[in-house]
């Protein structure tokens, strides 16, 4: 009998019950089924500890657990990608042998901190990528043999690290540069590597063209004037410390500016202005209040057409001589005489001069004047008449549009720079120039040899193709192409090295003038 005030259980509600039971008890086991199991990719045979893996196409992204060796052989693949064995952190034997393998990861082995035996063997590989090392500690045993590595300046980084590190490397040798050929990389030195380079890239735009650019210094800053063709306004710009650029500082106003020359003559600054029209002047700087003011006129009867102007000191009196490239016009000398310029000298009436340079060789004075007209011509200075007279015809050479000098180890050297043909190099041979090397300039109106450090280049202006920076290669005595640039009908170059910063400024005729920073590079370091 039932109990007063209970009830029976009907049989559905008992079956539901059991139902509910029944499938949370399902439910249970499928929360605790065991994870499969990575079985062995098909191209590799595997046992309990390691895996050999041939003919395969790509690196196989599982294994099963536990592997601590893997050897990969006549692999489908050349490249080997950055962290392609990371999913397999337990490994400490990996040989991938007698491949094709060309090329590497610096990441690759990214994540194989427990690696001790390591085989690149017998596989195409011409270079390391630096660093490629970097993430193992206990790296032991590293075999490199049977592979074509090429000993420059990007092995240069291996060399170092086998000579500092631990790790046990068998034999490997050069296959190339010639002269490293068949060499033992571990004979090699890192200095046995020349990796340090250069590089002129462009640092600041300037948005006008000019026809001549010179640097100077004055009251502790560095400055740069720019004869600009469009305004004919000589403008001065001024070096920012804290910016590192250069920035507008001052605009002398003239009709026709095609040279702007500074010069510091007791503490203070005068800036000769050659024009083509309306007759060239000499302004002096004035402090209070900050301007140029013209105090005097060249003379319009000598000076025609300027196309360029030099200054230097002759027996501690300061000159200046335009080189006048009219036909009716004649280049001429100016000296300071604590008031102003006054005529010198005239030189050379009648040949269209286009340039001045003056030097000092063996202790006598000497002025080259290129013409348009005729082969440059050398004048001496004579010191009992204060007078330059003429010297010597430099070579048959006609066309020369510019010489510059430079001097490498107290040699003496010449570049012309000609439009039409080849520019030469010439050097001084006690009583003659020696021609010694012919570079290629078509359309070549400025020439400009600089130094920056150890290094002496010449820059070889272009109005048709690119301009070219070479480099003076001491073994061959004689300049290695070094950079093209891509700069407009350049006119004119100057270098100023500021905040440890190597600046060269190019004015272009046709496009904007261009600052370039000279970047030191280091080619191991890539």
């Given at each position: 009998m039932l109990n007063a005030g209970s009830r029976r259980v009907p049989g559905w509600l008992k079956l539901l019950s059991s139902l509910c039971l029944l499938l949370c008890l399902v439910g249970e086991t499928g929360a605790k089924r065991v994870p499969k199991i990575p079985r062995c990719p098909t191209t590799c045979s595997c046992t309990k500890d390691s895996a050999f893996c041939v003919d395969t196409k790509t690196i196989p992204k599982s294994f099963p657990p536990g592997i601590i060796s893997l050897t990969m052989v006549n692999a489908a693949f050349t490249t080997i990608p950055e962290g392609a064995f990371s999913h397999l952190h337990l490994l400490q034997f990996l040989f991938i042998e007698n491949n094709d393998i060309q090329a590497l990861s610096k990441h690759t082995f990214r994540g194989l901190k427990s690696?001790?035996?390591?085989?690149?063997?017998?596989?195409?590989?011409?270079?390391?990528?630096?660093?490629?090392?970097?993430?193992?500690?206990?790296?032991?045993?590293?075999d490199l043999r049977g592979n074509s590595f090429r000993c420059d300046c990007k092995i240069k980084w291996l060399v170092d690290w086998m000579e500092k590190s631990n790790t046990s490397v068998p034999a490997i040798y050069c296959a190339s540069p010639f002269e490293f050929q068949g060499r033992r990389i571990h004979d090699l030195t890192p200095r046995d590597f020349n990796c340090i380079s250069a590089d002129f890239a462009v640092y600041e735009t300037f948005p006008f063209q000019s026809v001549s650019v010179e640097s100077y210094e004055f009251n502790d800053d560095q400055f740069v004037a720019f004869a600009q063709p469009d305004t004919g306004f000589c403008t001065l710009f001024v070096w920012d410390h804290v910016e590192m650029v250069f920035r507008m500082y001052h605009n002398i106003t003239s009709r026709s500016a095609v040279y702007c020359k500074p010069v510091v003559i007791n503490n203070t600054l005068y800036m000769v202005v050659a024009q083509l029209f309306g007759g060239s002047h000499i302004y002096k700087w004035e402090e209070d209040p900050q301007r140029f003011v013209k105090i005097q006129d060249i003379d319009t009867t000598r000076v025609r057409k300027p196309n360029f102007v030099e200054t230097f000191q002759l027996d501690d009196e300061w000159y200046f001589a335009v080189a006048d490239s009219s036909k009716a016009g004649s280049t001429s000398i100016y000296r300071w005489n604590s008031n102003g310029f006054y005529s010198h000298q005239s030189l050379h009436p009648w040949h269209r001069d286009t340039h001045v340079e003056f030097l000092d060789v063996e202790g006598k004075q000497r002025l080259i004047l290129s013409s348009a007209s005729q082969p440059p011509v050398v004048y001496q200075w004579n010191r009992?008449?204060?007078?330059?007279?003429?010297?010597?015809?430099?070579?048959?050479?006609?066309?020369?549009?510019?010489?510059?000098?430079?001097?490498v180890r107290k040699v003496l050297y010449l570049c012309l720079t000609r439009f039409i043909g080849d520019s030469k190099i010439l050097r001084w041979e006690g009583q003659r120039y020696v021609e010694i090397q012919t570079l290629p300039s078509r359309g070549s109106m400025a020439v400009y040899p600089f130094i920056v450090g150890p290094r002496q280049y010449l820059l070889l202006g272009s109005d048709f193709s690119f301009s070219r920076v070479y480099l003076w290669d001491d073994l061959t005595q004689r300049f290695q192409l070094f950079q093209e640039l891509n700069m407009r009908a350049p006119r004119a170059f100057s270098l100023v090295s500021v905040d440890n910063k190597d600046i060269l400024l190019a004015a272009s005729f046709k496009g904007n003038t261009l600052a370039y920073q000279h970047l030191i590079v280091d080619l191991s370091a890539k």
């Amino acid at each position: 009998m039932l109990n007063a005030g209970s009830r029976r259980v009907p049989g559905w509600l008992k079956l539901l019950s059991s139902l509910c039971l029944l499938l949370c008890l399902v439910g249970e086991t499928g929360a605790k089924r065991v994870p499969k199991i990575p079985r062995c990719p098909t191209t590799c045979s595997c046992t309990k500890d390691s895996a050999f893996c041939v003919d395969t196409k790509t690196i196989p992204k599982s294994f099963p657990p536990g592997i601590i060796s893997l050897t990969m052989v006549n692999a489908a693949f050349t490249t080997i990608p950055e962290g392609a064995f990371s999913h397999l952190h337990l490994l400490q034997f990996l040989f991938i042998e007698n491949n094709d393998i060309q090329a590497l990861s610096k990441h690759t082995f990214r994540g194989l901190k427990s690696l001790t035996h390591l085989s690149l063997s017998n596989n195409n590989l011409q270079l390391l990528p630096r660093e490629l090392f970097k993430y193992f500690d206990i790296l032991t045993d590293l075999d490199l043999r049977g592979n074509s590595f090429r000993c420059d300046c990007k092995i240069k980084w291996l060399v170092d690290w086998m000579e500092k590190s631990n790790t046990s490397v068998p034999a490997i040798y050069c296959a190339s540069p010639f002269e490293f050929q068949g060499r033992r990389i571990h004979d090699l030195t890192p200095r046995d590597f020349n990796c340090i380079s250069a590089d002129f890239a462009v640092y600041e735009t300037f948005p006008f063209q000019s026809v001549s650019v010179e640097s100077y210094e004055f009251n502790d800053d560095q400055f740069v004037a720019f004869a600009q063709p469009d305004t004919g306004f000589c403008t001065l710009f001024v070096w920012d410390h804290v910016e590192m650029v250069f920035r507008m500082y001052h605009n002398i106003t003239s009709r026709s500016a095609v040279y702007c020359k500074p010069v510091v003559i007791n503490n203070t600054l005068y800036m000769v202005v050659a024009q083509l029209f309306g007759g060239s002047h000499i302004y002096k700087w004035e402090e209070d209040p900050q301007r140029f003011v013209k105090i005097q006129d060249i003379d319009t009867t000598r000076v025609r057409k300027p196309n360029f102007v030099e200054t230097f000191q002759l027996d501690d009196e300061w000159y200046f001589a335009v080189a006048d490239s009219s036909k009716a016009g004649s280049t001429s000398i100016y000296r300071w005489n604590s008031n102003g310029f006054y005529s010198h000298q005239s030189l050379h009436p009648w040949h269209r001069d286009t340039h001045v340079e003056f030097l000092d060789v063996e202790g006598k004075q000497r002025l080259i004047l290129s013409s348009a007209s005729q082969p440059p011509v050398v004048y001496q200075w004579n010191r009992s008449l204060r007078q330059f007279a003429f010297h010597s015809q430099i070579t048959e050479t006609a066309d020369v549009q510019m010489v510059k000098h430079f001097w490498v180890r107290k040699v003496l050297y010449l570049c012309l720079t000609r439009f039409i043909g080849d520019s030469k190099i010439l050097r001084w041979e006690g009583q003659r120039y020696v021609e010694i090397q012919t570079l290629p300039s078509r359309g070549s109106m400025a020439v400009y040899p600089f130094i920056v450090g150890p290094r002496q280049y010449l820059l070889l202006g272009s109005d048709f193709s690119f301009s070219r920076v070479y480099l003076w290669d001491d073994l061959t005595q004689r300049f290695q192409l070094f950079q093209e640039l891509n700069m407009r009908a350049p006119r004119a170059f100057s270098l100023v090295s500021v905040d440890n910063k190597d600046i060269l400024l190019a004015a272009s005729f046709k496009g904007n003038t261009l600052a370039y920073q000279h970047l030191i590079v280091d080619l191991s370091a890539k």
